[in-house]
């Protein structure tokens, strides 16, 4: 269950700038720790190039939330928040703290991110509807960054509540076209709140969806399995026992943006190279990552999707086999690329 709205307002996000003043005036301390720390930890200076990564995160959403304090005066304590001009001013902010964000993890963490596929061509201009895999930390940053970044988009996007823990998410996204799902269900009026998103948006809008509803682990694939079968969706069941790296798609959300905007194109995303880090302790044991991300995408035209409701969950279904078969071929050959620097890093052992 969420923080109530006004115990986020006075007590998350001032907390949050006060944590980074403190913070900053320890800095020489803490580069010091982190410096003596680094010989000691497996991979290369770790404690140095995670504590940059959380300093530079830290550092943006501080100044961010002061900047969201002054926009909230600028439109008249928020009555004027809506304005097409505050709108374009708050996307244009998410798109900096996204373009400093994934620069700093790529040069920190030693990233290499490279994208297969096309999003669809610039003209004519049309609304999207994105369906993306969700597995591991950061896949949803990535997404919205080539979003605004590369497409310059507007992205609508679908996300769970617990995430408004986050003081800057929190503000941000409860001011931008947007709609957080409770963490304990899918709850009443996620579907019509989707169709609601998909219905508003024009040709620079782009709503973005994760099927799945969650980060894919092995006990969730299982799990969502044997959900299909005691719901008695038992050709679902089969589908999901086809697919090796991604959990069975839900189709209520995707049924609700298709007939909310029937002109939009639709993109399919499937990623590999964050699968594996679906903990807090798989994400350390991993860090420095020093790995390639490969981001592939399909463009299907809005002429080309399916008319009724029974066809389009079929081809929801075909789709989802396409991409888990592509994350199948592809991982063998991130790994291979990987161990083909480890082995030349280490001249050739």
Not at 148 to 175: S, T
Request: charged content about 25%; overall charge positive; aromatic content about 6%.
């Amino acid at each position: 269950m969420p923080v109530p709205r006004i115990v986020r307002r006075l007590l998350i996000a001032p907390g949050v700038v006060l944590v980074a003043l403190l913070v900053f005036t320890s800095l020489p301390l803490l580069l010091l720790a982190a410096a003596l720390a680094s010989p000691f930890l497996p991979g290369r200076m770790r404690a140095l190039r995670v504590l940059v990564f959380a300093l530079v995160y830290l550092a943006l959403e501080a100044s961010l939330l002061i900047v969201l304090g002054v926009l909230w005066l600028a439109a008249v304590f928020g009555r004027r928040m809506r304005s097409p001009r505050m709108q374009r001013i708050h996307y244009r902010l998410a798109a900096w703290f996204l373009r400093v964000l994934m620069s700093t993890a790529r040069h920190a963490f030693k990233l290499r991110i490279e994208v297969h596929g096309s999003w669809p061509p610039p003209l004519p201009r049309v609304p999207l509807i994105v369906l993306a895999r969700h597995a591991g930390p950061g896949d949803s940053f990535l997404l919205l960054h080539q979003l605004m970044n590369a497409e310059r988009r507007q992205p609508r996007i679908v996300l769970k509540d617990a995430l408004q823990w986050d003081a800057l998410i929190d503000i941000a996204l409860n001011r931008l076209p947007a709609h957080f799902i409770s963490t304990s269900g899918p709850g009443a009026g996620v579907v019509e709140a989707i169709a609601q998103l998909a219905s508003g948006m024009d040709a620079d809008d782009a709503l973005v969806i994760f099927p799945e509803g969650g980060n894919f682990t092995e006990h969730r694939r299982l799990r969502s399995i044997a959900k299909l079968e005691e719901l008695g969706r038992h050709e679902e069941a089969r589908r999901a026992r086809e697919l090796d790296h991604l959990l069975a798609p839900r189709s209520g959300g995707v049924l609700a943006a298709l007939a909310g905007c029937p002109t939009a194109d639709v993109v399919f995303v499937a990623h590999t190279g964050l699968e594996d880090l679906s903990t807090v302790v798989d994400l350390w044991r991993g860090l420095p990552l020093d790995d390639d991300i490969d981001i592939r995408m399909w463009h299907v035209p809005a002429a080309d999707v399916p008319a009724s409701e029974a066809e389009r969950i079929e081809w929801l279904g075909a789709w989802w086999r396409r991409m888990d078969e592509w994350i199948s071929t592809e991982r063998p050959r991130r790994e291979e690329r990987h161990g083909s620097r480890d082995r030349a890093r280490h001249g050739g052992r």
